[in-house]
Nanobody
Framework: VQLQASGGGSVQTGDSLRLSCAVS????????IGWFRQTPGKEREFVAAISWRGFTSYADSVKDRVTITRDNAANTVFLQIDSLKPEDTADYYC???????????????WGQGTQVTVSS
């Protein structure tokens, strides 16, 4: 299973971004997809997750600004982040695993990160 995250970039405070996670390989459609983020020297942080049926989970710190959706036909998951803040600056990673989890250790497959930089 391969995951490819994209859509990051350098933006200004208040802007929006839509990150994409394309999944390929021997991927089972029942996998849940999670988004995590990490900055150097900090712990990896859960952002959002979506089950194959569309149930979602969000971190409290972002739930008012983030929307996760998935296109099962295209094997792609999207993370919309609105009203970006400098503290959103991080490498964002998507991961695949069974169920709907907020814990990174439960995800079996990880993609390369996409960098988001938010300037004030």
């Amino acid at each position: 299973v391969q995951l490819q995250a994209s859509g990051g970039g350098s933006v200004q405070t208040g802007d929006s971004l839509r990150l994409s996670c394309a999944v390929s390989g021997r991927y089972h459609y029942t996998y849940g997809i999670g988004w995590f983020r990490q900055t150097p020297g900090k712990e990896r942080e859960f952002v959002a997750a979506i089950s194959w049926r569309g149930f979602t989970s969000y971190a409290d710190s972002v739930k008012d600004r983030v929307t996760i959706t998935r296109d099962n036909a295209a094997n792609t998951v999207f993370l919309q982040i609105d009203s970006l803040k400098p503290e959103d600056t991080a490498d964002y990673y998507c991961a695949a695993g069974a169920g709907l989890s907020t814990t990174g250790e439960t995800y079996r497959y990880w993609g390369q990160g996409t960098q988001v930089t938010v300037s004030s």
